[in-house]
């Protein structure tokens, strides 16, 4: 898909299932790298009856949870907190540049009548992907090593979030998204891909400005392209925003 999705060794997913008789919160960790992965996870005393299973990652990201909350649509609450600041790792694809933070791409699994014969839990987004791309000037490469985004909304920061849709019920964030990274030079054939994860929900009417800071022929720089508009992004998609030459 068009989120840089994969597992590696040591990432720790918070799980939870109220029809446990102990350990009804736990921590799985991956075993291996990939695109799948087994877990290690304390041992899990099974209740009689169909099981659901709730599973958030990163597990740092969750600050408590609320299963029994009911009104209106919601059928649980889990807050989360969605950094502002997002570490960016650059890996090279082709002639691309791909920067993401995987600690701020928050996925969960929702899985209803469990049994203990096991369980395979799907994982599916609950953030959007906004993705920035950049090219270098025609005559010389550019180095970058950030991307700022203010946006009229919030988009990170603390949430609740709807435990079986993903969907933010209530925030109290913050509207900047700083996405930062090792100094990555960009020749004027490739371009760079930058990834910045925000709240899930849909985004109506917003606007973003993006700021890109630069060095080009030994001069630091900082270039800005604004009212850049998002309207009608749908809930959970990955939107590419094309900000073109430096």
Known sequence: GRYPASWKQGDQVFFYSKQLTANNEMTFTA?????????????????????????????QAVKSYDVDYKTGRYNG????????????VVEKNGNNHVVYDPNSLFIRSYNASVNSSGATLNFFPCVNAFIFEIQSPESVPAVIDRITLDFNENVAGDCDSDIQTGEVIDNTGSNTIVVEFEPTTIKTTEMLKVFAFAFKHSYMNVKVKASVHC?????????????????NVSTGNAVTITLGRL
Not at 79 to 84: A, G, I, K, Q, V
Not at 215 to 231: A, G, P, V
């Open 31 to 59: 075993l291996s790298d990939g695109n799948s992965t087994d877990f290690a996870c304390p041992e899990i005393k099974w209740g009689t009856n169909p099981h659901t299973f709730y599973a958030y990652y990163p597990r």
């Open 215 to 231: 060095r080009i022929s030994d001069t630091e720089m900082t270039l800005y392209k604004d009212n850049i508009s998002l309207s």
């Open 77 to 88: 609450k889990i807050s989360l907190t969605l950094p502002s600041v997002q570490h960016g």
